[in-house]
């Protein structure tokens, strides 16, 4: 997605992720959210994404992925960047449990595989770098419920917030093995439908 748009996407859980793993009184707490399936806490990814975007990063504008989950985060973006689109990806709860707990994710280039439906060539092998597959702690069946609730009460009431706000592009899927691909050019299609000033490229 990110490559087609010649935007950086910013991924607040992958840097929560990145910070879990240090030695500090900070990343044992994150570590202790994220075993449970629950949210970091607003004060902390808030100040996370301001620190983000301070950096040289949004001359040109970028994608956040994974943020909002919660209202107070939703009103924190406004104070310190616009909202031009939502993307608001569609998928059946079973879907979803489904594709998460078979889910493997490359070490060293982040790409995302699935050992049911999308298989690396090689088993715990990245086809595109090499690198070495992991599983998510939190991709286990009881932790994607529990995540899954935790959207329901958290995440869900944004998309009322937004409505008549901030235009959403969608995609529905309602098969388990459409490929990424397919999502991917249907949400650029609906972006392309709202004439964005986004510089560079776009699909
Ligand atoms: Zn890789």
């Given at each position: 997605?990110?490559?087609?748009?010649?935007?950086p996407?910013?991924s607040?859980?992958?840097?929560?992720?990145?910070?879990?793993?240090?030695?500090?009184?900070?990343?044992?707490?994150?570590?202790?959210?994220?075993?449970?399936?629950?949210?970091?806490?607003?004060?902390?990814?808030?100040?996370i994404?301001?620190?983000?975007?301070a950096?040289?990063v949004?001359?040109?504008?970028?994608?956040?992925?994974?943020?909002?989950?919660?209202?107070?985060?939703?009103?924190?973006?406004?104070?310190?960047?616009?909202?031009?689109a939502?993307?608001?990806?569609?998928?059946?709860e079973?879907?979803?449990?489904?594709r998460?707990?078979?889910?493997?994710?490359?070490?060293?280039?982040?790409?995302?595989?699935?050992i049911?439906?999308?298989?690396?060539?090689?088993p715990?092998?990245?086809?595109?770098?090499g690198?070495?597959l992991?599983?998510?702690i939190?991709?286990?069946?009881?932790?994607?419920?529990?995540?899954?609730?935790?959207?329901?009460?958290?995440?869900?009431?944004?998309?009322?917030?937004?409505?008549?706000?901030?235009?959403?592009?969608?995609?529905?899927?309602?098969?388990?093995?459409?490929?990424p691909?397919?999502?991917?050019?249907?949400?650029?299609?609906?972006?392309?439908?709202?004439?964005?000033?986004?510089?560079g490229?776009?699909?």
């Open positions: 997605m990110q490559s087609k748009f010649d935007i996407a910013i607040t859980g992958d840097i929560l992720r990145e910070m879990a793993k240090e030695e500090t009184q900070l990343a044992k707490e994150i570590r202790e959210f994220m075993s449970k399936g629950e949210l970091v806490p607003d004060k902390i990814v808030i100040e994404l301001k620190e983000k975007l950096e040289d949004s001359k040109n504008g970028f994608i956040l992925d994974g943020y909002p989950r919660t209202l107070g985060q939703a009103k924190a973006l406004e104070n310190f960047t616009r909202n031009d939502i993307i608001r990806l569609r998928v059946p079973w879907i979803l449990v489904e998460l707990s078979s889910r493997r994710i490359c070490k060293a280039c982040g790409a995302v595989y699935n049911r439906f999308l298989k690396p060539k090689n715990g092998i990245c086809d595109k770098c690198g070495q992991y599983q998510r939190d991709d286990t069946p009881k932790l994607i419920k529990e995540r899954l609730k935790v959207y329901e009460r958290q995440t869900r009431p944004l998309i009322e917030y937004y409505k008549g706000k901030v235009p959403f592009v969608e995609s529905n899927t309602e098969k388990i093995d459409i490929p691909d397919i999502a991917v050019a249907e949400i650029i299609k609906g972006l392309k439908k709202l004439n964005l000033p986004l510089k490229k776009l699909g």
